[in-house]
């Protein structure tokens, strides 16, 4: 099973950047997928990005494609979304999401973080 605390979120202006953290514990992440996903108010949980935790491959929703980067740092267990030129239309709360490398369902998730952007 997986443990995972989010963390970085906050209030930014329009174009402005910031970096959230999401730590995963109680189980070594190799056969593990990790995404991102947020809901913006009044919206529908949509999905942001993931990565593989073995190979490092990446993917990205086409909303933030070229401003967000997801990557991660082995030696601590934890997953990073950059978020970059950000616009307000990003406010939203960022999960943080983890499931076994064959499955389909993200069955791990963390509590969530605020992210919102001003004009």
């Known amino acids: 099973q997986v443990q995972l605390v989010e963390s970085g979120g906050g209030l930014v202006q329009t174009g402005g950047s910031l970096r959230l953290s999401c730590v995963a514990s109680?189980?070594?992440?190799?056969?593990?997928?990790m995404g991102w996903f947020r809901q913006p108010p009044g919206k529908e949980r949509e999905l942001v990005g993931g990565i593989v935790w073995s190979s490092g491959t990446t993917w990205y929703a086409g909303s933030v494609k070229g401003r967000f980067t997801i990557s991660k740092d082995n030696a601590k267990n934890t997953v990073f979304l950059q978020l970059n030129s950000l616009k307000p239309e990003d406010t939203a709360v960022y999960y943080c999401?983890?499931?076994?490398?064959?499955?389909?369902?993200?069955?791990?998730w963390g509590q969530g973080t605020q992210v919102t952007v001003s004009a």
């Open positions: 109680g189980r070594t992440l190799s056969t593990y997928v």
């Open positions: 999401a983890a499931r076994l490398i064959i499955r389909q369902d993200y069955n791990y």
